[in-house]
């Protein structure tokens, strides 16, 4: 996908505008305040951007889950306005009554309480998506996190803004995504892990259709060796879904694609810190085995496979990576996708879990702020709030037509 397809940032004027900006400050809090604001601070260019222009900014965004309609001081956004502020070096004002209206100056900025805190946000309320169109001039989405989600905040309200784009970092998202999908450098390699095929299977059927070859581990890769003929002992895999694992390794040879099964596993007997680990060949795992890790045998086929890729999608980790007894294999993907020459986006909340813990987000291409977007995107998913953003874009194009 090509930002062409939407208004940006950059295609609008916000000089003396009122601009209403839906950020992800979805961040953890820890005592009262932020434990880590990465989030915080990836939307500190698209603020500098617009108090530069002379804006008055109004910033909105969701904290974790409250039930809607009841606001919450466990979930308020109060923390993070302080904690901007100080970013920022200059006061925002945390602004809790504001669905009737909200004061702000040219080159100000403040924070609205959390979103989720107004009945209707998330089923996409009509009358609310207007009342908060009505609070700007310009509305700017810059959360592609939640891109994937039909509410209020994120899909109603660009229907009835009088202007509606798409900000810095959802047009930086877009752009490495669809990098990656329509038109990669190849080899394209993918790695796909996790517990379970099923929260997986359309994005492992999607992206076969695109990729060279497929690397997947954790429960994904027990259950594939299991549909494959192998022993998995007692590791977890889903037994409805072997024939359909079947049928993806069946598709996969008949395209001339690869999905190579380990040849070496870690087990273990229990999955605890003080569980013993052993090497075993694929093929022999006991009746009471747990499959926890990859073996040395596999990371050096697969670092083989990401040392000659020109693109690599990652999303998951291919063992308990949370025990250190059974990281080794997470650990040698994740330094063989930071040492690769290859493009590289990495995404999903293990996945930047894992980028953080081997300390290599400075040498992966992009980190995808995306969970649930990110998948449902490598899926092929329409995602409704571009899709909003989109529909805008035509409106406004047709507008200026007939004008």
């Known amino acids: 996908m090509t930002t062409a397809r939407f208004l940006t940032l950059a ?50 965004s969701h904290l974790g889950r409250p039930k809607e309609g009841e606001p919450d001081p466990k979930y308020s956004l109060g923390p993070v306005a302080d904690h901007l502020g100080k970013l920022l070096r200059q006061s925002v004002p945390l602004v809790v009554d504001w669905l009737n209206g909200v004061e702000v100056k040219p080159g100000q900025v403040v924070l609205l309480e959390n979103v989720r805190f107004l009945k209707g946000e998330k089923g996409n309320d009509d009358d609310l998506a207007r009342k908060m169109a009505r609070l700007c001039d310009i509305y700017v989405n810059d959360a592609f996190a939640t891109a994937h989600r039909a ?28 990098r990656v999908l329509e038109q990669p450098a190849r080899p394209l390699v993918a790695v796909v892990g996790g517990a379970k095929v099923s929260t997986k299977l359309a994005l492992l ?34 037994e409805g879904l072997l024939g359909k694992a079947a049928a993806i390794l069946e598709r996969a040879n008949a395209q001339g694609k690869s999905i190579p099964m380990p040849v070496d596993l870690v087990c273990a007997a229990e999955i605890s810190d003080g569980a013993k680990a052993r090497v075993v060949q694929s093929d022999g795992v006991a009746a009471g085995d747990l499959i926890v890790d990859i073996g040395p045998r596999t990371v050096e086929a697969y670092r083989s496979l990401l040392a000659e890729a020109a693109t690599i999608v990652w999303n998951g980790p291919v063992g308990v990576f949370e025990i250190e007894a059974f990281s080794a294999g997470t650990r040698a993907i994740a330094e063989g996708i930071a040492a690769s020459r290859a493009f590289s986006i990495a995404g999903g909340g293990d996945t930047l879990a894992a ?33 909003m953003l989109e529909e805008s874009a035509r409106a406004t194009k047709a507008a200026e037509e007939e004008y």
């Open 11 to 60: 295609d609008v004027d916000p000089r003396g505008k009122r601009v209403l900006v839906r950020v992800d400050f979805n961040v953890p809090l820890q005592d009262g305040r932020v434990a880590d604001d990465t989030r915080i601070r990836a939307t500190l260019p698209t603020i500098h951007q617009l108090r530069e222009s002379g804006a008055a900014i109004i910033l909105c």
């Open 151 to 178: 509410q209020a905040s994120t899909h109603g309200i660009a229907k009835y803004a009088p202007t509606s784009c798409a900000g810095p970092l959802l047009v930086a998202e877009m752009e490495a995504l669809g």
């Open 205 to 238: 059927e999607n992206l076969l259709r695109k990729v060279d070859k497929l690397i997947v581990g954790g429960g994904i890769a027990n259950t594939f060796l299991k549909a494959a003929g192998f022993p998995i002992g007692g590791s977890l895999h889903e």
């Open 355 to 387: 980028v953080t813990r081997f300390g290599i987000s400075d040498r992966i291409s992009y980190l995808s702020t995306g969970g649930g977007a990110f998948l449902e995107f490598l899926e092929g998913q329409t995602l409704p709030a571009i899709a």
